[in-house]
Nanobody
Framework: QVQFVESGGGSVKAGGSLRLSCTASGYLHNRGCTGWFRQPPGKEREGVAVISGPITYYADSVKGRFTISQDNANNTVYLQMNSLKPEDTAVYYC????????????????????WGQGTQVTVSS
């Protein structure tokens, strides 16, 4: 059974930083493709950042501010979020796909098999 434990969400002021963690059981992050997605209030879920082996993908809205990384020893994927803005406020979800992402849109929600429960990030102005 695949499970994700997400942590690191919270409330910060604009310009602040947070680091989200996604630790998996029943699944190895380095065998597939893992991403962070978010769902702002009243909006659809959207891709934020994805890591697949050595390759990373980022939404334009977070490029230069967010960094996704992977710690295989701890089977954890991180999302370092810097220079946070109020528009980054959302529930952030970890998601994984057990296969590669070639030929698919990595920032689309559709290719992903497994999802975490989400962690709230609130950025105040």
């Amino acid at each position: 059974q695949v499970q994700f434990v997400e942590s690191g969400g919270g409330s910060v002021k604009a310009g602040g930083s947070l680091r989200l963690s996604c630790t998996a059981s029943g699944y190895l992050h380095n065998r597939g493709c893992t991403g962070w997605f978010r769902q702002p209030p009243g909006k659809e879920r959207e891709g934020v950042a994805v890591i697949s082996g050595p390759i990373t993908y980022y939404a334009d809205s977070v490029k230069g501010r967010f960094t996704i990384s992977q710690d295989n020893a701890n089977n954890t994927v991180y999302l370092q979020m810097n220079s946070l803005k109020p528009e980054d406020t959302a529930v952030y979800y970890c998601a994984a796909r057990t296969r590669g992402i070639a030929g698919l849109d990595p920032l689309s929600t559709r290719p992903y098999n497994y999802w975490g429960q989400g962690t709230q990030v609130t950025v105040s102005s």
